[in-house]
């Protein structure tokens, strides 16, 4: 049973640029969660995406955005990339939403 | 506006001994408190819940204790092994949204010392 898997691992952007990051759930889950995890902070919570809609939505700018593909599995997209982006970026994926949340290995995004 | 917070950053201990790490909130709507744990190059990983129904919640050597009035909760980890050395972090929602959002606390690194 494959759990929560995250593409790519790693990932090197300018200023700037746009990025795509990938999300599987894990077997059963329907509904994917984004953080994003700042050195030395707890993750914090960016848009979590059921039924391929946006559900509920963090504190983030729209520069973040994101889609839910019928799969349930899922993308983030963030678009003209600051060096404030750079951050460890964390899937997590649940039944509806209830009860603990089983995350990705994430991507590390780094913005020059 | 931090509505969950771990205020120490870091824990050792010897191996054998207890391991108790706090974390406080602030949301009185907070009502579901989850435990997870992290090691490096890896996503957390589910430890423990607990719901604000309860004021205890144990699974083998991790036992999870609420005190609402105080808005406080601690994790116990009975007896401590070298392999809990991790960041272990807090996290609170509100269940009644049925949204799963989850609210971190910054994280507590332990080491437990051989």
């Known amino acids: 049973d494959a759990g929560v898997t995250q593409s790519p691992t790693h990932l090197i952007k300018t200023r700037g640029q746009q990025v795509t990051l990938r999300c599987s759930p894990k077997?059963?889950?329907?509904?994917v969660s984004w953080y994003q995890q700042a050195l030395g902070q707890g993750p914090q919570f960016i848009f979590q995406?059921?039924?391929?809609?946006?559900?509920q939505r963090g504190n983030f700018p729209d520069r973040f955005s994101g889609h839910q593909f019928p799969n349930y599995s899922s993308e983030l997209n963030v678009n003209a990339l600051l060096l404030g982006d750079s951050a460890l970026y964390l899937c997590?994926?649940?039944?509806?939403?209830?009860?603990?949340?089983?995350f990705g290995p994430g991507t590390r995004l780094t913005v020059l | 506006d931090q509505q969950v917070k771990q205020n120490s950053p870091s824990l050792s201990v010897q191996e054998g001994r207890i391991s108790i790490l706090n974390c406080d909130y602030t949301?009185?709507?907070?009502?579901?408190f989850l435990w997870y744990k992290k090691y490096p190059a890896e996503g957390p990983t589910f430890l423990i819940s607990?719901?604000?129904?309860?004021d205890k919640n144990e699974d083998g050597r991790f036992t999870v204790f609420l005190n609402k009035s105080a808005k406080h909760l601690s994790l116990h980890i009975v007896p401590s092994q070298p392999g809990d050395s991790a960041v272990y972090f807090c996290?609170?929602?509100?269940?009644?949204?049925?949204?799963?959002?989850?609210?971190f606390g910054q994280g507590t690194t332990l080491q437990v010392k051989p």
């Open positions: 607990i719901s604000s129904i309860k």
């Open positions: 995406y059921y039924e391929e809609e946006e559900r």
């Open positions: 077997s059963g889950h329907d509904t």
């Open positions: 997590a994926s649940s039944f509806r939403g209830i009860g603990e949340q089983f």
């Open positions: 949301n009185s709507m907070f009502d579901y």
């Open positions: 996290a609170a929602s509100v269940i009644p949204s049925n949204t799963g959002k989850l609210i």
